[in-house]
């Protein structure tokens, strides 16, 4: 198997040193990167499988990279930042994050989130060989990463589709938020109910209002995909 490799983004030069003593003797290989604006062409030459990209980045800041790396790139980022406050992380789950770490963290922690985020975007939770799911307008292929609707690509993050597929596997049955959590970010996932909430708004804005079918919040319980043929 490949070395796995992560780029770590952060101006600070003694965090940088750590994080890449403590993940290389875990077996990663890792590239690092110190400027925002250098990001870009650093993720290009080194084709990294995870990114964990601090926030206070002086000039271009860590909302902004993440910005420019989901224009062109489904690879994992987890946001490492000293910002604590819930609307931080929503912000940077609605903008495309699959993880969110607040220094100072513990690095046990940083490394079993590393290894949760890289286990789920390589397919190794056990989902491999699910079916296509067609119903009404919409076509789901998770093993491929594709969202159809009426025959036309919708843009979707690899979490957003994962989230899709569970609703339609569960069609017309109220799932849980921590259900979801489990089945779409895995068990050792530190996140909370927000993290769904986000993953859903962002999934009814790309499919729009006007469908045969909906996703329907089911107060203080979780989520349902109503549709009747």
Sequence with gaps: MDTERILVVDDDENILKILTLYLRSKGYDVVTCKSGARVVSVFDETHPDLVL?????????????LETLRKFSDVPVIMLTALGRVDDRIHGLDHGADDYIVKPFDSKELIARVRAVLRRSKGNDGGE??????????????????????GNKVDMTPKETELLYYLATHMNHVVSRGD??????????????????????????????????????????????????
């Design 53 to 65: 990209l601090d926030v206070m980045l002086p000039g271009m800041d860590g909302w902004k990279v």
């Design 180 to 229: 979801i959590l489990d089945a779409v970010w895995g068990h050792d996932y530190y996140g909370d109910g927000r993290t769904v909430d986000v993953h859903i708004r962002r999934i009814r804005e790309r499919l729009g209002e006007d469908n045969a079918w909906k996703i329907v919040s089911v107060w203080g319980v979780g989520y349902l995909l109503e549709y009747q043929e």
């Design 129 to 150: 060989g699910r079916k296509p799911i067609e119903f009404a307008d919409l076509s789901i292929d998770l093993d491929n990463g594709m969202v159809k609707k009426n």
